[in-house]
């Protein structure tokens, strides 16, 4: 939050303030109850807990987790399309965030923080297409804030949280729907692994199609056309020098 703060002071841009009432308030108090119930996770009331919303408990570290994450990832993977960087930074950072974020979940499973029940296909008590969807959904972000910023001015500013927060479960649910049937249907292993690994496909997928869409192109494009351009083979061969004629002196 710290470099939120510094953010918001250097650039004069709301965007940080805006994502992070997304992390604070839509996501742990809306997005979350709201999807554990097709994802099929529950969280013990034998913790510190905020309050209860859609008959699901809301934890405090819930609340935590999505204030310190959403708004510094999402106004990360904004910058990078801004900037025009190439797709690799936009899949660094998703890789960073994988790295980071994935062990956290386990180790919440672990010790019961968090309990995902329902499903047979999980790895160190985490659903497998977690590995991907939990940081991929910032490909969607980069994707959502790239082609909306450029139209937000005035009261529009309201609509970046929401949009944030919409992200998630519409990536969820065309990504994970073969999951989220499995679960509903009381599959066996066999089927539950089965749309476990299409469901990991499909949000990869979806993850890379945003990342090469033409709207981040758009970005990529123009900040190379702005760049010095690479000198041509004639210019690097250096001047021209004419040849003298021998004749010329005799004519």
């Excluded at 690479?230 to 002196?249: I, K, L, N, S, Y």
Aim: charged fraction near 10%; glycine fraction near 8%.
């Amino acid at each position: 939050m710290a470099a939120g703060v510094v953010y918001t002071a250097r650039t004069r841009s709301p965007l940080f303030i805006w994502c992070a009432v997304a992390g604070a308030l839509l996501y742990p108090f809306f997005v979350e109850p709201l999807g554990d119930w097709f994802v099929a996770v529950w969280f013990p009331t034998n913790h510190p807990v905020v309050t209860t919303m859609f008959g699901r408990a809301v934890p405090w570290l819930a609340v935590f987790f999505y204030l310190g994450g959403i708004p510094v990832a999402a106004v990360a993977a904004y910058h990078i399309v801004k900037r025009g960087l190439p797709a690799k930074y936009l899949l660094g950072l998703i890789g960073v965030i994988a790295i980071l974020e994935v062990p956290g979940e386990m180790v919440a499973s672990h010790f019961d923080w968090m309990i995902y029940y329902g499903n047979h296909a999980l790895i160190a008590g985490v659903p497998i297409y977690c590995l991907v969807q939990n940081a991929g959904m910032f490909a969607v972000v980069a994707w959502v804030l790239g082609w909306l910023m450029p139209h937000v001015h005035g009261w529009r500013w309201v609509l970046v949280p929401l949009a944030v927060a919409a992200v998630l479960p519409v990536y969820a649910v065309l990504g994970t729907f073969p999951s989220y049937i499995a679960i509903a249907a009381h599959a066996g292993p066999a089927v539950s692994w089965t749309a476990g690994i299409v469901s990991t496909a499909l949000n990869a997928a979806i993850a890379i199609a945003c990342i090469y869409s033409p709207t981040l192109r758009k970005y990529r494009e123009a900040a190379a056309a702005q760049s010095p351009q690479a000198p041509t083979d004639r210019h690097a061969r250096g001047p021209v020098v004419p040849t003298p004629d021998p004749g010329a002196a005799r004519r």
